[in-house]
């Protein structure tokens, strides 16, 4: 799922600086065209169009890195909760394996009162 969005976000990346690279050639090309000024309203209409789509490209990139970042903070704290768990297990399996010694010592002094009386 961490790739699926890094790939996702790594497209829309692509795809808003492509956006961007046509808007900038469209304007320029608006700019220095020497046609009517009903040529240049429709190119001036597209180029608006454009600016839109890349501003909701910005948005979705910016959503996405957000997302992203949000996940690799569960996925950060998912390990460690995963690692503590895994640290308590091993010390309740170290004191289980001394149980058997503690039963012996406390038995050992019950059996040496036995002894000595």
């Known amino acids: 799922m961490k790739g699926q969005e890094t ?3 790594q497209d829309l990346n692509e795809e808003l600086q492509k956006s ?3 808007l900038t050639c469209l304007y320029n090309e608006i700019r220095g ?4 000024t009903k040529d240049r309203d429709h190119f001036l209409i597209a180029y ?3 600016q839109r ?3 909701e490209l910005e948005t979705k990139v910016l ?3 957000q997302e992203f970042e949000q996940l690799n903070h569960f996925t950060v704290g998912r390990k460690t909760a995963a690692a503590n ?3 308590s297990e091993n010390i309740c399996k170290d004191l289980v394996s001394k149980l058997p010694n503690l039963e012996v010592d406390v038995q050992s002094p019950k059996e040496e ?3 000595l009386w």
């Open 20 to 22: 961007k690279s046509e």
């Open 85 to 87: 768990l895994i640290t």
């Open 33 to 36: 065209l020497p046609g009517t």
């Open 7 to 9: 790939v996702k976000v």
């Open 113 to 115: 009162r036995k002894e």
């Open 63 to 65: 959503k996405l890195s």
């Open 48 to 50: 608006d169009l454009l």
């Open 53 to 55: 789509e890349n501003s």
